[in-house]
C-alpha cells in the first residue's frame, strides 16, 4: 500500500500542470488566511485537482492493468491511491498555511498594515484541520466514481449530484411536493453533511448527529468503491 501512496505522489508532484495549479491554489490561500479565514473553497478546488481521475487514468493508460497483474490486491491499490490524495491535500494545507506565515512576516517587518495581525498558526491550522476533514469526504466521493467513470467524469458526477440533491428540495417546496423535498434533503445531509468541525474540535458534538453522518457518508463511498471496483474487468488501454 505504501507503494501505491509513493506511486501517487509522483504522478501528482511530477505532473507540472498539477503543481502549477496547486501552487497557483496555494498562494491564493494566502489572501484568506492572513485576513484570519479559513480556506473557503480552495482547498475543494485542490481535491479536485488531486482526486479527479484517481483510478480512470490509470486504467486508460494501462497502467492499472500492468499494477493488478502483481499480486496485489484491489482494496490496497484503492486504500493506496486514497491515503496518496490525503498525503498531497495535506501537504498542500501546510504549504499555504506555510507561505500565509512568510507573508506575514515580511508585512510585520515592512510595516505594510498597520494595527494588530490578524493572522496566526493556532487558527490557521484549526482551519486546515476543518479543510482536511472535509476534503477528506469530497477525495472518497471522487474515488468512488472514478473506478467506474472515465476522464473527469468523477468531477461531473459529484457536481450534479450536488446540484440534484438542492434541486429536489427547492423543487419540492415549489410545488409543495414534500415527499420530493424531504427526499433531497435526506440524501444531502447523508450524502453530504455539513458538520461544524470548529465545534467538534472543541470538544462539542464529538459524537453528535452530524459527525455520525459523516462517517457513515465515508463508510458508505469507501465501501462501494471497493465492491465496484474488485467486480470491474479492464482491457488494456482502453479509454
Request: with cysteine.
Amino acid at each position: 500500500m505504501s507503494e501505491m501512496v509513493r506511486r501517487f505522489l509522483r504522478q501528482k508532484f511530477g505532473s507540472l500542470t498539477s503543481v502549477l495549479a496547486l501552487s497557483l491554489l496555494a498562494l491564493l490561500a494566502c489572501l484568506p488566511l492572513n485576513a484570519g479565514q479559513g480556506f473557503g473553497s480552495l482547498e475543494t478546488l485542490a481535491v479536485v485537482v488531486l482526486a479527479a481521475g484517481s483510478v480512470s487514468r490509470d486504467a486508460a493508460s494501462g497502467a492499472l492493468q500492468m499494477i493488478l497483474s502483481r499480486p496485489i490486491r484491489r482494496s490496497d491499490y484503492l486504500a493506496g491511491r486514497y491515503l496518496g490524495i490525503l498525503t498531497a491535500l495535506a501537504l498542500f494545507l501546510v504549504g499555504s498555511i506555510a507561505i500565509a506565515g512568510a507573508l506575514d512576516f515580511v508585512i510585520s517587518l515592512l510595516k505594510v498594515v498597520g494595527g494588530p495581525r490578524a493572522f496566526s498558526f493556532g487558527s490557521a491550522g484549526l482551519a486546515a484541520g476543518q479543510s482536511f476533514l472535509a476534503g477528506a469526504l469530497l477525495a472518497c466521493a471522487l474515488l468512488f466514481f472514478s473506478t467506474f467513470l472515465r476522464g473527469w467524469g468523477d468531477v461531473l458526477a459529484v457536481t450534479l449530484a450536488v446540484i440534484l440533491f438542492g434541486s429536489m428540495e427547492s423543487l419540492g417546496r415549489a410545488l409543495n411536493m414534500p415527499l420530493v423535498s424531504t427526499a433531497g434533503r435526506i440524501a444531502r445531509e447523508n450524502l453530504a453533511p455539513s458538520v461544524p468541525w470548529e465545534l467538534v474540535f472543541r470538544g462539542q458534538n464529538v459524537l453528535g448527529e452530524a459527525t455520525g453522518r459523516y462517517v457513515l457518508a465515508l463508510v458508505l463511498f469507501g465501501t462501494l468503491a471497493v465492491v465496484v471496483f474488485s467486480r470491474r474487468e479492464f482491457a488494456y488501454g482502453q479509454d
